[in-house]
């Protein structure tokens, strides 16, 4: 049995699927996590849901101050064991709901459950950068491009808030216990100012109203004539798919939506 796998028996845990409890265990993985999180030594450093700890180790190994947000008080034996000492904060609750501490970054294998939720919490705090593991899916469509069928809510949101990569993906093997589907590395640099000046809250009610129809033209789905769009320099029987953030801020710019 690994040290890990003995750990967890020592502690009477069992990964729960319903929590989306993936460890990433591949330690070559870890290693290139850390080395795109560009950690400086005594930098803040976040991650949400540390788990058994494992890239709670390499970040610190790499020098940085690690501040853990966990849910699951389960891990707190196994963590206090594995992290002991660690230059280690863990607070501990739901990260959609408690107070976030202040870090330089965030670097996270975030739970499949709950990963787009999250991102949408974490992106407006505008941490210096953002390294997270992902479910493949979601990592396709948080870097999808205009015209990508992946391409929708979750990419624009992102692409307002920055520049986003996929970085290398992970075979189930890399998680304990393996997951059903494949994952992937996802890199986001924060823009030094919003890409676009138009009011975000009126932006995204465009966008979700958009692809809350995704099948139809851009006309359709917004509910208006075809001439208003074309008025704006789009072609409204284009698919809301085909659309970058910059052309549904001229259609709030617009007054069209």
């Known amino acids: 049995m690994s040290e890990l796998g003995a750990t967890l028996s020592r502690h009477g845990i069992r ?5 989306g409890q993936h460890l990433l265990v591949d330690a070559a993985a870890l290693r290139r996590i850390v080395a795109a999180a560009e950690i400086q030594p005594g930098e803040r450093v976040l991650e949400i849901g540390p788990g058994a700890g494992g890239l709670t180790l390499a970040l610190c ?15 707190a034996g196994v963590l206090a064991e594995r992290l002991a000492g660690q230059d280690v904060a863990i607070t501990w609750g739901d ?6 501490p202040p870090a330089a970054k965030l670097v996270a294998n975030l739970p499949y459950n709950v990963a787009g939720p999250i991102l949408g919490r974490v992106l407006p705090m505008r ?8 479910q493949l899916e979601v990592a396709a469509r948080a870097v999808a491009r205009p015209g990508d069928r992946r391409h929708g809510s979750l990419s624009l949101f992102i692409a307002y ?6 970085l290398f993906r992970l075979p189930p093997g890399a998680f304990l216990p393996p997951p059903r589907v494949h994952s992937a590395i996802v890199r986001i640099r924060p823009h030094a100012a919003p890409p676009v000046d138009v009011p975000p809250e009126q932006l ?12 139809k033209t851009i006309a359709n789905a917004l509910g208006v004539a075809a001439a208003r769009v074309a008025a704006c320099g789009l072609d409204p029987l284009a698919r809301p798919e085909t659309l970058s953030l910059h052309d549904f801020a001229v259609l709030v710019r617009s007054g069209v939506y």
């Open 15 to 19: 990964l729960d699927k319903s929590f």
């Open 61 to 75: 190994a790499a020098g940085a101050h690690v501040e853990a947000v966990e849910l699951d008080r389960r891990w």
């Open 95 to 100: 990260a959609l709901k408690v107070d976030l």
């Open 127 to 134: 941490y210096g950068l953002y390294v997270v593991a992902l």
């Open 161 to 166: 808030h920055g520049a986003a990569e996929l």
């Open 204 to 215: 995204f009610a465009v966008i979700r109203r958009a692809f809350s129809h995704r099948r």
